[in-house]
């Protein structure tokens, strides 16, 4: 019988483990204190070996031009991060058909693209990318979400090219970012472990995006303003009681209706993502369950006062002194409140870090919010053990397709594996084959759900079975899809396979293979043509070059014929590329395959234009003829 495992929120407890057993917190901080101090509007680094932390100040001026002024720095003001940033982010860019785009905050897109264009910064960024083994970004306040935000930039501009850099972004009293979408896209690329926020238990910053641009928020503006242009906050903001108690409650009224809706947040609210570490004069707890976030913001802010919500925001520094410290302390309860089990004596130890106490109100909604954030049911590793046992039992599908793919190969048409499918009749062969491939598509995308919502291991996207079982399944099953995409005639109504019709699943494979240690023996000459054809979007490629040789006859209009010459000779010289390295599968090169026919068909109209130079424009050793 299937049991239930209660397992810890493991992603974040690593995180958490991992930064209060090293100085990284405290470091962190005091280069943060540093940057406050001497680079206002800008950013230090600090080399030690091969590790550079850059830390943001948190003495930052929103753009007034682009955001909006002060005031609009604080609202609700969220822009599409694919027409903003210009290409900046192109792993968060990628959005799926129909899904919500990932959207910031303006005003601090606009400040870190002041950053950026700053040569100072592309040049630090240069020498780290190229001398070091681990970047740190860190940052206090508005400094936090630029560290935030260079951290998504660099993460998502790592992924055009192999290195071995990692990136570590630790933030204090961060304002919310950006939407349910931009979290979401951060699961997907499994960069969740990539962030940790650290968050004082009534700090009202981090829970200020929350709440909408009203008159009563007007003073708080001021407050923020002054925290941003003066290292000596305290002295310099004077809020009188009233002030503070009527923000305070206005926020807290507006993180308790957050709360409420977490379940179906709309487009335009702001959402966390990344590990969130609370802290308290009791210790600390480590989240990285979004919703639980939103709720933990609100239930922990309840339990505060007005006072204490600005200060808090100033108290970074004596926090983070004492999570490293109470790591090393065992901590016990009175001998009569020990839980009855393991489960709920980590509950109550979490509820203890955050400093709500048994007798608070707010004590028994706190213990929900926690033993959700633990999600109960399978482990993570169980989850892993499951899929493997799921793979083997389905095996037996990808060799019926192995088992068709030879037939086809040696089948006396010689059409291949690829045309043989796309215009495949009704038999019961061909029918039981596009079974097999719609039952492993549905598998493979289970696995992807499951790893977007982190419920696989963290490092499940690089262990060697799942990479290569991926890569294995790709190769031989999406030339079957592009063949039933062209069949439908789908691309006349989308557009092509490789822009308009390729499932993104295909596209995580692809990272996860990119991303693998190679292996020597890979780079082998081939002295056979390969089993699978090492591209497998080869045949969309194929199809696109048809289009194009077919338009060549047809078009008159000079610049487009160009165009379409450029097209098709970057075609020939790739597919002739991959010919010779013998990177293809032989169906490639049967006699009657599309790629052979086109071949055909293109090496007639070059002889046409040979004899014939005049009659039409024409492409003679890759240059355009008139």
């Not at 501009?157 to 931009?182: A, D, E, R, Y």
């Not at 130079?613 to 492409?619: I, L």
């Amino acid at each position: 019988m299937e049991t239930t495992e209660a397992s810890p929120f493991e992603s974040s407890e690593m995180v958490a483990t991992f930064l209060a057993s090293t100085p990284l917190l405290s470091d962190s901080w005091k280069l943060c204190s540093h940057a406050n101090a001497t680079a206002p509007h800008g950013f230090v680094a600090n080399r030690i070996g091969d590790v550079t932390s850059v830390a943001f100040s948190g003495v930052q001026m929103v753009p007034a031009a682009a955001a909006g002024g002060l005031e609009q720095s604080c609202c609700r003001n969220l822009v599409s991060l694919a027409a903003a940033a210009d290409g900046l982010f192109p792993a968060l860019q990628r959005r799926g058909e129909g899904e919500e785009p990932v959207m910031v905050h303006t005003g601090f897109l606009n400040l870190f693209l002041s950053v950026y264009n700053c040569p100072s910064f592309r040049n630090q960024m240069l020498e780290i990318m190229n001398n070091n083994k681990s970047v740190v970004f860190t940052g206090h306040s508005i400094g936090g979400a630029l560290a935030s935000l260079s951290a998504l930039w660099l993460l998502s501009n790592l992924q055009s090219f192999p290195s071995p850099l990692s990136v570590l972004c630790i933030t204090f009293g961060l304002p919310l970012l950006g939407n349910k979408s931009l979290s979401r896209a951060i699961l997907q690329e499994r960069w969740g472990g990539n962030f940790c926020h650290v968050i004082a238990k009534h700090d009202i910053v981090p829970r200020l995006l929350l709440a909408p641009l009203t008159p009563q928020l007007h003073t708080l503006l001021q407050f923020w303003h002054l925290s941003m242009t003066s290292p000596y906050l305290r002295e310099a903001v004077q809020l009188n009681d009233n002030d503070k108690s009527e923000l305070f409650h206005l926020v807290l009224a507006c993180t308790e209706e957050s709360a409420k809706a977490v379940e179906e947040p709309d487009m335009s609210m702001f959402w966390p993502f990344g590990n969130h570490m609370f802290c308290s004069e009791d210790g600390a707890i480590c989240v990285d369950s979004a919703t639980a976030v939103v709720k933990m913001l609100h239930l922990m802010l309840a339990t505060g006062s007005a006072s204490s919500s600005i200060d808090d925001h100033l108290r970074y520094e004596d926090y983070v002194g004492k999570v490293s410290m109470q790591f090393l302390k065992r901590r016990g309860f009175p001998e009569e409140e020990i839980p009855d089990s393991s489960y709920e004596a980590g509950i109550a130890l979490a509820l203890q870090s955050s400093g709500i106490s048994n007798h608070d109100s707010v004590s028994e909604p706190a213990k929900d919010c926690l033993k959700m954030a633990k999600r109960m049911g399978r482990t993570p590793n169980l989850n892993s053990a499951n899929l493997a046992i799921e793979l083997s039992k389905i095996n037996p599908l990808r060799a019926q397709i192995e088992w068709y793919k030879a037939t086809c190969d040696d089948s006396r048409d010689q059409m291949g594996y690829y045309d043989t499918f796309k215009q495949r009749g009704a038999s019961r062969r061909d029918s039981k084959v596009n079974m097999n491939r719609i039952k492993l598509a549905q598998f493979w995308t289970v696995l992807i759900e499951m790893l977007e919502s982190n419920a696989l291991p963290y490092d499940f996207h690089k262990r060697e079975k799942w990479v290569y079982a991926s890569q294995s399944y790709k190769l031989l099953v999406e030339p079957l899809d592009i063949a039933e995409y062209y069949r439908s005639g789908m691309h006349r109504t989308k557009g092509h396979y490789l822009k308009h019709g390729r499932d993104r699943m295909y596209e995580i494979f692809d990272r996860w293979w990119r991303d693998r240690r190679a292996v020597e023996e890979e780079n082998d000459k081939r002295t056979k043509f390969a089993s699978l054809t090492q591209d497998s979007c080869f045949w969309a490629r194929v199809e696109e070059a048809r289009e194009w040789l077919d338009n060549v006859r047809s078009e008159s209009d000079a610049r487009n014929l160009s165009l379409l010459w450029e097209n098709i000779d970057k075609f020939e010289q790739y597919a002739r590329r991959m010919v010779e390295r013998k990177e293809v599968s032989k169906d490639v090169v049967a006699k009657n395959s599309s790629y052979s026919s086109w071949m055909e068909n293109w090496n007639e109209l070059k002889l046409q234009l040979q004899q014939f130079p005049t009659r039409f424009p024409s492409c003679l050793d890759g240059e355009v003829v008139p």
